[in-house]
T-cell receptor
Framework: DSGVTQTPKHLITATGQRVTLRCSPR?????VYWYQQSLDQGLQFLIQ???????AKGNILERFSAQQFPDLHSELNLSSLELGDSALYFC?????????????FGPGTRLTVL | DAKTTQPPSMDCAEGRAANLPCNHS???????VYWYRQIHSQGPQYIIH???NNETNEMASLIITEDRKSSTLILPHATLRDTAVYYC????????????FGTGTSLTVIP
């Protein structure tokens, strides 16, 4: 158990819909990262938040957005869903932002878009 | 960003040492080498990381060559539960702390 929690575990929805994935980092961790893992793309970094502020962006679509709240939990919002958005979405957290810190990953949310 | 190259798959007999190689010839001086593994569709699990010196923890050892262009992850006594995809990652400096995962090595531990 990494200490990172993600809800829900599974999500099934239809094309065009909007969903919200939630992540609670390990106690005390200030950084939250979101990754997408699909069958044909592997693990892709989406976005990072540090202490409530966006820190880095990866391959995140404009239809996707995220935020980190004052209690440090984070939400990833996916809108206008397409079949290709079906994937595992992982959240990770790390203690601070200096070089050398490892990231701890949650169990993931499996999104299925029908 | 520094890229890594790993063999797509490897087998190892149970109880023997598993040596997983990784090439990272474009690594910069301040970039760390990290190893993670992913068992089935679970979240990636941290194994070990290092900068220049060899590192050892309760899970594995990390051997980094002197020129830092390659490294080897060593699982000293592989068990069936070590069957997983192993990712070698070089952290991209000055762009946050995100990881860029490659395709990894699928390690199968054989009874």
């Amino acid at each position: 158990d990494s200490g990172v929690t993600q809800t829900p575990k599974h999500l099934i929805t239809a094309t065009g819909q909007r969903v919200t994935l939630r992540c609670s980092p390990r106690s005390g961790d200030l950084s939250v990262y979101w990754y997408q893992q699909s069958l044909d793309q592997g693990l892709q970094f989406l976005i990072q938040y540090y202490n409530g502020e966006e820190r880095a962006k990866g391959n995140i679509l404009e239809r996707f957005s995220a935020q980190q709240f004052p209690d440090l939990h984070s939400e990833l919002n996916l809108s206008s869903l397409e079949l290709g958005d079906s994937a595992l979405y992982f959240c990770a957290s790390s203690a601070r932002d200096p070089v050398g810190n490892e990231q701890f990953f949650g169990p993931g949310t499996r999104l299925t878009v029908l | 960003d520094a890229k890594t190259t790993q063999p797509p798959s490897m087998d190892c007999a149970e109880g023997r040492a598993a040596n997983l190689p990784c090439n990272h010839s474009t690594i910069s001086g301040n970039e760390y080498v990290y190893w993670y593994r992913q068992i089935h569709s679970q979240g990636p699990q941290y194994i070990i990381h290092g900068l220049k010196n060899n590192e050892t923890n309760e899970m594995a050892s990390l051997i980094i060559t002197e020129d830092r262009k390659s490294s080897t992850l060593i699982l000293p006594h592989a068990t069936l539960r070590d069957t997983a995809v192993y990712y070698c990652i070089v952290r991209v400096a000055n762009t946050g702390n995100q990881f860029y995962f490659g395709t990894g090595t699928s390690l199968t531990v054989i009874p």
